[in-house]
């Protein structure tokens, strides 16, 4: 029987010896209950590996993150209100994090430039996309499958908000209308005449222009650029007519008399200027605004997503932030968790679609 055997455990365990009285007491018992010794040798070394060496896992990326320098590439050219809210954001982000956070612009093509370029890096949160929304919302709608290099939808994922302003018409003063009824009438009278500017091939600039078109029953001619501050530039300079954007970077060539405004894009007039009509007012329908964020690509680890949105939601909820980067430009808020900014984004898309279905709008 079991009992009558002599065991030298010991010499069961070749080079690994046990010699902790308590242990050999364990697998002796163990043995003469019946246990296979090898296996119960085996098992119990296990169990003395584990306390010796305790299996700890690895920390949550997003608990140690970011811990080198975080880029976040923009879409548009520098001066731009993309641009100015995004470096605001990084520099508060800077210091919440103690850690580097580089502003990159690559304009151009649209948003694609930017995009490619955030998609071909590591999707680990280190290199993030700054857009207007229309990179999401609107933008697939108007290309082809394939045409861009990447999908959007599939290959992005919204992280945080800014902020949405509302659209102005923007005219060079020497452009002779004072009204949007003036410059419907213009347009009619000059098909193809009048000049519009946009920060690049299907953004929400180029959209807010055909929009006008659609509805308003005109047609102008789209002078495409990368990003809105040259397109403004250009206004500013006489070398184009108009353009429909964001007027917060504007509002001081508007007071200076550089630049006419003529309505915005809202639904109703804005209480910071409440003597400026609305586009809608003569254009019913019309309805145009431009939304900023930051997006990742996807893969990124969802914690580290969290962590930025939560982040960046304190910074743009912060009062002084508010005061000196969004009101002071008129920008409102954007629903702020991740849901609520991802259900905002579809919302818009639905929109967009639709305009741009109805204006038979295709790049090819």
Same mark, same amino acid.
């Given at each position: 029987?079991?009992?009558?055997?002599?065991?030298?455990?010991?010499?069961?365990?070749?080079?690994?010896?046990?010699?902790?009285?308590?242990?050999?007491? $364990?697998?002796?018992?163990?043995?003469? &209950?019946?246990?296979? %010794?090898? #296996? =119960? /040798? *085996?098992?119990? +070394? !296990?169990?003395?590996?584990?306390?010796?060496?305790?299996?700890?896992?690895?920390?949550?990326?997003?608990?140690?993150?970011?811990?080198?320098?975080?880029?976040?590439? $923009?879409?548009?050219?520098?001066?731009? &209100?993309?641009?100015? %809210?995004? #470096? =605001? /954001? *990084?520099?508060? +982000? !800077?210091?919440?994090?103690?850690?580097?956070?580089?502003?990159?612009?690559?304009?151009?093509?649209?948003?694609?430039?930017?995009?490619?370029?955030?998609?071909?890096?590591?999707?680990?949160?280190?290199?993030? &996309?700054?857009?207007?929304?229309?990179?999401?919302?609107?933008?697939?709608?108007?290309?082809?499958?394939?045409?861009?290099?990447?999908?959007?939808?599939?290959?992005?994922?919204?992280?945080?908000?800014?902020?949405?302003?509302?659209?102005?018409?923007?005219?060079?003063?020497?452009?002779?209308?004072?009204?949007?009824?003036?410059?419907?009438?213009?347009?009619?009278?000059?098909?193809?005449?009048?000049?519009?500017?946009?920060?690049?091939?299907?953004?929400?600039?180029?959209?807010?222009?055909?929009?006008?078109?659609?509805?308003?029953?005109?047609?102008?001619?789209?002078?495409?650029?990368?990003?809105?501050?040259?397109?403004?530039?250009?206004?500013?300079?006489?070398?184009?007519?108009?353009?429909?954007?964001?007027?917060?970077?504007?509002?001081?060539?508007?007071?200076?008399?550089?630049?006419?405004?003529?309505?915005?894009?809202?639904?109703?007039?804005?209480?910071?200027?409440?003597?400026?009509?609305?586009?809608?007012?003569?254009?019913?329908?019309?309805?145009?605004?431009?939304?900023?964020?930051?997006?990742?690509?996807?893969?990124?680890?969802?914690?580290?997503?969290?962590?930025?949105?939560?982040?960046?939601?304190?910074?743009?909820?912060?009062?002084?932030?508010?005061?000196?980067?969004?009101?002071?430009?008129?920008?409102?808020?954007?629903?702020?968790?991740?849901?609520?900014?991802?259900?905002?984004?579809?919302?818009?898309?639905?929109?967009?679609?639709?305009?741009?279905?109805?204006?038979?709008?295709?790049?090819?």
């Amino acid at each position: 029987m079991a009992a009558n055997k002599i065991v030298d455990v010991d010499r069961l365990m070749g080079a690994q010896p046990i010699r902790s009285f308590h242990i050999k007491l $364990v697998l002796f018992l163990l043995f003469v &209950l019946g246990f296979d %010794l090898r #296996r =119960a /040798i *085996a098992a119990v +070394l !296990s169990c003395v590996f584990l306390l010796a060496f305790p299996v700890t896992s690895p920390a949550a990326p997003a608990r140690t993150y970011p811990e080198r320098n975080v880029t976040i590439v $923009v879409t548009s050219a520098a001066g731009a &209100l993309t641009d100015t %809210l995004t #470096r =605001a /954001i *990084a520099q508060r +982000l !800077s210091e919440m994090w103690k850690q580097s956070v580089i502003v990159e612009n690559r304009g151009g093509a649209g948003y694609a430039i930017a995009a490619q370029y955030v998609t071909r890096a590591e999707h680990d949160g280190y290199t993030l &996309l700054a857009s207007e929304i229309g990179f999401y919302t609107t933008q697939p709608h108007l290309y082809g499958k394939d045409q861009l290099g990447y999908d959007a939808e599939k290959d992005f994922v919204p992280v945080a908000g800014y902020g949405t302003i509302p659209a102005a018409l923007l005219v060079n003063p020497s452009v002779p209308v004072n009204s949007v009824g003036d410059l419907i009438a213009l347009a009619k009278k000059k098909p193809g005449a009048l000049t519009f500017g946009t920060a690049g091939v299907g953004t929400a600039l180029h959209i807010a222009g055909l929009e006008l078109e659609n509805l308003a029953g005109i047609n102008m001619t789209a002078v495409h650029y990368r990003g809105a501050a040259p397109a403004l530039a250009d206004v500013i300079a006489g070398h184009i007519d108009a353009v429909i954007m964001g007027p917060s970077v504007a509002l001081s060539s508007v007071s200076a008399g550089k630049l006419k405004m003529l309505a915005f894009g809202s639904e109703k007039r804005l209480p910071q200027f409440p003597d400026v009509p609305t586009i809608a007012e003569t254009v019913p329908g019309f309805e145009a605004s431009v939304s900023f964020g930051l997006f990742a690509a996807a893969g990124t680890p969802p914690d580290i997503i969290e962590k930025v949105n939560t982040d960046v939601q304190k910074i743009v909820g912060d009062p002084e932030f508010r005061k000196k980067y969004l009101e002071r430009f008129a920008v409102q808020p954007v629903p702020g968790p991740l849901d609520a900014f991802a259900q905002f984004l579809r919302n818009d898309s639905a929109k967009w679609e639709e305009v741009i279905k109805a204006a038979n709008v295709r790049i090819e």
